[in-house]
């Protein structure tokens, strides 16, 4: 008998565009629903007068008019703090800032939607919660629980913000998967040989570089870099610099108006994209008034531009190969992952350093969906032959006394893994023993990240030096960060406070998510019943009209049959409120009226016959 | 470190299938805790020694760890899933140090009894010189190209010889004398000052 496994979905939560996907027995398939081919655009707008919200092509439409309160690239958000946003908030017409925290040292970014703020999870959960309707419209059941992927090189915040985000969008994220991982098992699913694999992926905002090995099923990641501050986004920035620059001389103004800015950055977006098929593109910009600003860019002066960007790629590969002990040469396959590589001098570029020409015969932006998607149906128990042996991206550790980044775990060691270190009290009586955690790999830990403070708690009060407590730093399958204590003498747990530098407490992130469950329940019930209504109101009209005309070619019976069915069907839509039951009533009635539509089709086709004749 | 216990459970609690590894029962993937202290060969099920078979290793690696990773336990309950983290970590740990020549040496010595490389940092006398004489010879050839190619291919030599060295040494420590594993920590300590150099040296 075969098992009922649970839905579990697959999303690619990106910068530009997020996916969401599900594999079957037979293999991923993108969800399509909601139009847009299954992809939506990560764009995010708040109608202020009317107090709605839209996510998707709706919100993006909306961008030029609205451009305080369309919010966009918020991935690039995610984990940070505003210290660490300088230079972006820049080239952002929306308004970032600090969220206040009465903590000292926590510096987390939100956006200001007119006068309430928004953490960047929030903004992300609505990007979720718009893919989750997506995935319940298709399957006609909720969904809790999904697998979403992040850059490989996201450090433990920005990580636990997308798990975050899921859980404040009512998504239990059973799984992160780097997205270069996903991208591989995608690629290499069907291709049964052992390979080295390298996985060059450009995102909007991103770029990650894992060299993989494949063999009978098991994807095994050697090492992996990146930046997750590099993407096709500063592509159009570099031309949206040019055009204020250009824009500067020649008629001594500045673009600063909210709107033109976001006018530029869509411009700027449609020219790059018409530079990967054509020599050269125009530039055009009304200023206002008289003025309007108007260039041709070559494609050798667009990729002039860039390549101080794409060479920063490639020092990334360099490095990545490096910590896999590889040469180029060793790589037997390079593939192309993300909008960005599109651009053909990435290709060549990449091509030149590997010395072959890269994979490109995957759809770029999909294949992160896929490989979640079949991820996840590792996850819900549908099959076991697939392994993901993943790395953690940067070395993690602790601040030593004199400020040095004392390391416990290396960069590119596989994970889950763990390290442990025991720590004692400096002062008689001392109770609590703070401890700043590190992710990077320079010396000082000035110079690294602060993935926040973990203070030891509640120690029993002992002269300096005798308490021993064994921490133990776990990094699981997903790159998060796990830490517990135990005091070596009564073999106790120790209670642990996390206070994370750029992220949410747990009680924050439980608040919000009931704050959204209350919500969301109400909004996806009543959303769900307008849709399933609308498809009841077509779907019976459409029979009725098949009925009228065809009446004659129908048994008598069958006709009774299907008027009956189709009146207990509006009924049942018009009184009742249980969507499942009118999804149910609606499925059934849909495999009645098979013959019907034949009848119908055939019917027309011989129509279609006798007019040509 | 103490010398490690090994005690595995005969039969699957679970199943009562004969257990093959200390950790899993490869029939129903009920998980056991490992125990405090893990033999690393013993959790790999391979023979306690220095010269492994490296493909058997991965293979046991990867055999092992297909019924162990947390990703076949989504559908377990909490505790299973914790336990599946824990054990895949131990288990990454162990194939992560006997993989490599200088961890796997070290953890030998330290199995029996020996000094750990923080506690004993000393190095062979003879070593020192060579250091310092391929140093003075490093400068001497500043940007000659060939020169530095020979350097660093001499290194590399020394390197290898000292490999061997370890793994006559470290290959059975049953009947090794408390000088015998000071002498192999030495050794063990001076790869580090040739790759330090061979980190320094251009081309790979």
Do not use: I, T, V, Y
């Given at each position: 008998m075969a098992e009922e496994h649970e839905i579990i979905i697959g999303i690619d939560l990106g910068t530009t565009n997020s996916l969401v996907a599900f594999a079957d027995e037979r293999g991923p398939t993108l969800i399509e629903s909601g139009g847009d081919g299954g992809i939506l655009p990560s764009v995010i707008g708040f109608d202020v007068e009317g107090g709605g919200v839209s996510v998707g092509s709706a919100a993006r439409a909306h961008a030029v008019e609205r451009p305080l309160t369309t919010v966009y690239s918020v991935k690039r958000l995610m984990g940070k703090g505003l210290a660490d946003l300088a230079e972006e908030v820049e080239h952002l017409p929306y308004r970032v800032t600090r969220r206040p925290s009465a903590e000292e040292g926590r510096d987390l970014a939100a956006v200001d939607i007119a006068g309430r703020l928004f953490t960047p999870p929030e903004l992300s959960a609505l990007i979720l919660g718009e893919l989750k309707q997506r995935a319940e419209a298709h399957f006609g059941r909720a969904i809790h629980k999904a697998v979403i992927t992040v850059p490989a090189y996201f450090d433990d915040a920005q990580r636990q913000a997308t798990r975050d985000a899921g859980r404040i969008a009512g998504l239990e994220v059973v799984r992160i998967v780097n997205e270069p991982t996903a991208a591989a098992l995608a690629y290499g699913l069907d291709r049964r040989e052992d390979a080295t694999v390298a996985v060059y992926d450009l995102g909007g905002g991103t770029f990650d570089i894992s060299i993989l090995r494949l063999q009978q099923g098991t994807f095994e990641v050697l090492a992996t870099h990146g930046d997750t501050h590099l993407g096709g986004d500063d592509f159009d920035r570099k031309i949206m610099d040019l055009a204020a620059r250009e824009v500067a001389e020649q008629f001594g103004v500045t673009i600063q108006a909210p709107a033109t800015r976001q006018a530029l950055r869509l411009f700027a977006e449609a020219v790059k994209i018409g530079l990967s098929s054509e020599p050269r593109k125009t530039l055009q910009i009304d200023l206002g008034g008289e003025l309007r600003y108007e260039r041709l860019l070559q494609a050798a002066e667009f990729e002039r531009m860039i390549d101080p960007l794409v060479e920063r790629t490639l020092d990334s590969c360099r490095r990545a190969l490096r910590g896999a002990g590889l040469g180029p040469a060793a790589v037997d396959h390079v593939v192309m992952v993300g909008g960005s590589t599109r651009v053909p001098h990435v290709r060549r570029r990449v091509g030149e350093l590997f010395g072959r020409p890269p994979y490109t015969a995957l759809n770029p932006e999909q294949v992160v969906a896929l490989g979640a998607a079949v991820q996840a149906s590792v996850l819900a128990g549908a099959r076991r032959d697939v392994l993901l042996l993943d790395v953690t991206p940067l070395s993690l550790g602790i601040e030593t006394l004199g400020g040095a980044m004392g390391k416990l775990i290396r960069n590119n060691v596989r994970v889950p893994c763990q390290a442990t270190e025991t720590f004692t009290t400096f002062q008689d009586g001392q109770t609590a023993v703070r401890i700043n955690v590190l992710q990077g790999e320079r010396e000082l830990a000035a110079d690294c990240r602060s993935l926040g403070v973990f203070e030891l708690r509640d120690l029993p009060p002992m002269p300096a030096g005798m308490p021993k407590i064994d921490v133990t730093f776990l990094i699981d399958q997903n790159g998060i960060l796990n830490v517990t204590a135990k005091e070596?003498?009564?073999?106790q747990e120790a209670s642990i406070q996390v206070i994370p530098a750029h992220g949410l407490t747990r009680d924050e992130v439980r608040r919000l998510e009931e704050e959204s469950v209350a919500f969301a329940r109400q909004d996806l019930e009543a959303h769900r019943l307008i849709d399933l209504r609308t498809q009841v109101a077509f779907d019976t009209n459409k029979t009725e009209q098949i009925l009228q005309k065809h009446s004659a070619s129908l048994p008598p019976e069958q006709k009774a049959a299907v008027e009956r069915a189709m009146a207990e069907l509006r009924a049942l839509a018009a009184a009742s409120t249980d969507a499942d039951a009118i999804h149910r009533r609606l499925q059934a009635f849909g495999r009645m009226t098979i013959p019907l539509a034949e009848i119908a089709m055939t019917a027309t086709l011989r129509e279609t016959l006798d007019e040509a004749q | 470190m103490s010398a490690p216990r090994q005690t595995i459970p005969s039969k699957c609690l679970s199943c009562s299938a004969p257990l093959e590894s200390p950790i899993v029962c490869t029939g129903c993937h009920t998980l056991y805790p490992v125990p405090?202290?893990?033999?690393y060969f013993a959790l790999l099920r391979l023979p306690r020694r220095y010269r492994i078979d490296e493909q058997e290793l991965t293979r046991a690696f990867l055999s092992l760890t297909r019924n162990i990773h947390p990703d076949y336990f989504g559908a377990g309950s909490e505790e299973m899933r914790l336990l599946a983290v824990r054990l895949s970590a131990e288990v990454n740990d162990a194939y992560r140090i006997l993989k490599d020549p200088v961890l796997r040496a070290g953890y030998l010595l330290e199995c029996a009894g020996g000094a750990s490389a923080a506690s004993d940092r000393s190095v062979p006398p003879r070593v020192l010189g060579e250091v310092m004489e391929i140093r003075e010879a490093i400068e001497e050839a500043g940007a000659d190209a060939g020169e530095l190619r020979r350097i660093r291919d001499r290194v590399a030599g020394l390197r290898a010889e000292v490999l061997d060295e370890i793994a006559d040494a470290a290959d059975d420590l049953s009947g090794a004398g408390p000088e015998d594993k000071i002498r192999l920590r030495s050794l063990i300590n001076s790869v580090k000052y040739y790759d330090n150099l061979l980190s320094e040296l251009p081309g790979a």
């Open positions: 070596q003498r009564s073999g | 405090e202290k893990a033999d």
